[in-house]
C-alpha cells in the first residue's frame, strides 16, 4: 500500500516514499539550525546533499539522486524516520 496525502482542495493523492524522504530532506536542510556534521546516521549524512539554508531548492535533483541509489524500501524507511528525528531533534525539547 502507498502512502497518501490529502491536498489542500481535499482530494486524494498518492505519495511515493522517495517523495516523502526528498520533502523531509528539505525541511532538514532549510532548518536555520541544521548541521551536517551533527547528523546521527551514517546512512543520512551519506545521502544528504552538500548545500543547504533557507533558500536551497534541489528537490529535483535530490529526487534523481536518491532514484538512481537504488535504495530498498527498509532503507527509504530509516532514512524517514531519521530525517523526521533529526528534524524534531533541532526543534529543540518538547517541554521548552
Do not use: F
Amino acid at each position: 500500500m502507498r502512502p497518501s496525502a490529502v491536498s489542500s482542495n481535499g482530494n486524494r493523492s498518492n505519495v511515493s516514499p522517495l517523495d516523502i524522504l526528498t520533502a523531509q530532506i528539505g525541511r532538514l536542510l532549510r532548518h536555520p539550525a541544521y548541521r551536517r556534521q551533527s547528523i546521527v546516521s551514517s546512512l543520512l549524512q551519506r545521502h544528504l546533499p552538500n548545500d543547504a539554508g533557507y533558500a536551497w531548492n534541489g528537490e529535483v535533483a535530490l529526487r534523481e539522486r536518491l532514484g538512481r541509489a537504488g535504495l530498498d524500501a527498509a532503507s527509504i524507511d530509516h532514512l524517514i524516520r531519521n530525517t523526521q528525528a533529526e528534524i524534531q531533534r533541532l526543534r529543540g525539547p518538547a517541554d521548552a
